[in-house]
């Protein structure tokens, strides 16, 4: 499988990454209700049988029962993983030694001496000072514990100035990790697709299928049957999903060309942007290898136009 560099200079990971927020998450994904340990831990084997050893996590993430699954995961392979993780900003670590403490606990979690990828999971950092955090994450590429640096949810100029702090230090920025999706293509207006080209910062596209919404599974009839935290987002009720629909009928269109899933369609295009990579959750063995079929094939160009047509109004 082809591989794509995070940032510059930095590792090389599968061009899909698994996403594991629903890995012990109890607010949103009611993990323990219709999933468990045993299905995280196909999902995981899952992943490496189909080639995809990327996978992106957080502290904050199941309040670290998601880091602790990918460590006990871990122990069972041989085979090389890279590994993704944040580090929550919170109001009360105001030094830079909160984000060794930080980042000490999330490795003993994953039961690792460095991750590939160690991001800044919002850019609030109250009372700390951006220089301070990222000169405290640039200490850790030099000892050794992180391979590269990454924020999320940062604007342009907040991109931009993480890259400069860090540059001056020798450490370059190496993703920006962003909501990015058919049904959400502001990145491409507001300036942070641009500027991440031009400094040389891959994307990381979390909420790649907006929650589901581009897998086609939801109509405005089941709009009344959700049971997770999907059930007060507007873009799930019946006026949220009516309005969606020339998209998702587009994507089962070209789908049904490429013999491809209107999700598998979705994640493609946002491959063939150039330089992002989607993060796509999954919980089950299924949906890894749903997710897996979005590679191996590419959309043409003029497939790709008439995405960037119907989706238009969501730049």
């Given at each position: 499988?082809?591989?794509i560099?995070?940032?510059?200079n ?13 890995w ?13 340990a ?12 189909v ?21 006990q995961f ?23 030694q909160?984000?060794?403490?930080a980042?000490?606990?999330s ?8 991750v590939?990828?160690y991001?800044v999971?919002?850019?609030f ?14 200490d850790e ?14 604007s ?18 190496a993703?920006?990790?962003?909501r990015?999706?058919l ?8 300036g ?15 909420s ?12 405005a ?18 006026e ?12 089962r ?6 013999g491809r ?18 993060i ?24 790709i ?11």
């Amino acid at each position: 499988m082809k591989t794509i560099t995070l940032g510059q200079n930095s590792s090389a990971v599968t061009p899909l990454c698994i996403g594991t927020w629903a890995w012990g998450d109890k607010l949103f994904w009611n993990y323990g209700n219709n999933y468990g340990a045993d299905q995280l831990q196909a999902a995981f084997t899952a992943a490496l049988e189909v080639g995809i050893t990327f996978f992106d996590t957080a502290e904050i993430y199941g309040f670290g029962l998601s880091e602790e699954f990918l460590g006990q995961f871990l122990k069972k392979t041989d085979r090389q993983v890279q590994i993704a993780t944040k580090y929550g900003p919170f109001p009360w670590r105001f030094l830079g030694q909160s984000v060794a403490d930080a980042l000490t606990d999330s490795l003993k979690r994953l039961q690792l001496e460095r991750v590939a990828l160690y991001q800044v999971h919002w850019p609030f950092t109250f009372f700390m000072s951006q220089e301070t955090l990222m000169n405290a994450l640039a200490d850790e590429v030099k000892r050794g514990r992180i391979e590269a640096v990454g924020v999320s949810n940062y604007s342009a100029q907040q991109m931009r100035e993480a890259h400069q702090i860090l540059a001056a230090r020798g450490v370059p920025l190496a993703v920006n990790q962003v909501r990015y999706s058919l049904l959400t293509r502001q990145i491409e207006t507001n300036g942070i697709l641009k500027t991440a080209r031009e400094l040389g910062v891959t994307i990381l596209a979390y909420s790649p299928l907006a929650q589901g919404l581009l897998t086609g599974k939801y109509t405005a009839d089941s709009a009344n049957n959700l049971k997770d935290g999907r059930r007060i987002d507007s873009r799930f009720s019946q006026e949220g999903l009516q309005k969606i629909e020339p998209v998702i009928s587009l994507l089962r269109q070209l789908g049904e060309k490429h013999g491809r899933t209107p999700a598998q369609v979705a994640l493609n295009w946002l491959i063939a942007q150039g330089n992002v990579i989607p993060i796509a959750g999954a919980k089950t063995a299924e949906q890894v290898r749903q997710n897996a079929g979005a590679l191996g094939w590419k959309l043409d160009d003029d497939q790709i136009r008439q995405l960037e047509e119907v989706s238009r109004s969501y730049r």
